[in-house]
Antibody, heavy 118, light 108 residues
Framework: EVQLVESGGGLVQPGGSLRLSCAASGFTVSSNYMSWVRQAPGKGLEWVSVIYSGGSTYYADSVKGRFTISRDNSKNTLYLQMNSLRAEDTAVYYC????????????WGQGTMVTVSS | DIQMTQSPSSLSASVGDRVTITCRAS??????LNWYQQKPGKAPKLLIY???SLQSGVPSRFSGSGSGTDFTLTISSLQPEDFATYYC??????????FGPGTKVDIK
């Protein structure tokens, strides 16, 4: 079965760090474009970052310089390292796969909650 | 950045109604427009990609149309399981991949 399972969310103080993981099964992370998308409580969806199959990475301006997307091919896992966290980073974070033959997010994880608060 | 708008922001409808949601891009995105459905506490689910292609497993009562800057999602006969929030998203070449603000469909 093709699926994504996120982990690593939790409560962190402003200025702190957290690393999210997204374990994939049924397909190869390194062969696909993989993104992180977040959703603040009661708000809409915001794209955060993407890593292309070739390894190039891109970020939303709101997280550039603070977040780093990466992958471990041996573990078939996607990561999001989040540093210098702010209250406005509080959200459910989803990992999502860009479809094999379509520029759309066809597979999503269940989401992991990140709360930034003192 | 390409800005996405949706209308209406919410609507009330009855089972069996025909529902139409509109999405507009701030510049032409050809047919690089996707639609997602999200239910409370759940991850979004892809319904339509490339403006009008139905994702595998999605009921045929969902359809999409449009190109350039104006797009439409239509539910031909609303079912109880369709009450949710719907988002459009552009996947044109220019990052970021922006989403619309969402349209909440609830029960009249």
């Amino acid at each position: 079965e093709v699926q994504l399972v996120e982990s690593g969310g939790g409560l962190v103080q402003p200025g702190g760090s957290l690393r999210l993981s997204c374990a994939a099964s049924g397909f190869t992370v390194s062969s696909n474009y993989m993104s992180w998308v977040r959703q603040a409580p009661g708000k809409g969806l915001e794209w955060v970052s993407v890593i292309y199959s070739g390894g190039s990475t891109y970020y939303a301006d709101s997280v550039k310089g603070r977040f780093t997307i990466s992958r471990d091919n041996s573990k078939n896992t996607l990561y999001l390292q989040m540093n210098s966290l702010r209250a406005e980073d509080t959200a459910v974070y989803y990992c999502a796969r860009d479809g094999d033959s379509m520029p759309a997010f066809d597979i999503w994880g269940q989401g992991t909650m990140v709360t930034v608060s003192s | 950045d390409i800005q996405m708008t949706q209308s209406p922001s919410s609507l009330s409808a009855s089972v069996g109604d025909r529902v139409t949601i509109t999405c507009r891009a701030s510049q032409s995105i050809s047919s690089y427009l996707n639609w997602y459905q999200q239910k409370p506490g759940k991850a979004p689910k892809l319904l339509i990609y490339a403006a009008s292609s139905l994702q595998s497993g999605v009921p045929s009562r969902f359809s999409g149309s449009g190109s350039g800057t104006d797009f439409t999602l239509t539910i031909s006969s609303l079912q109880p399981e369709d009450f949710a929030t719907y988002y459009c998203q552009q996947s044109y070449s220019t990052l970021p991949f922006t989403f619309g603000p969402g349209t909440k469909v609830d029960i009249k």
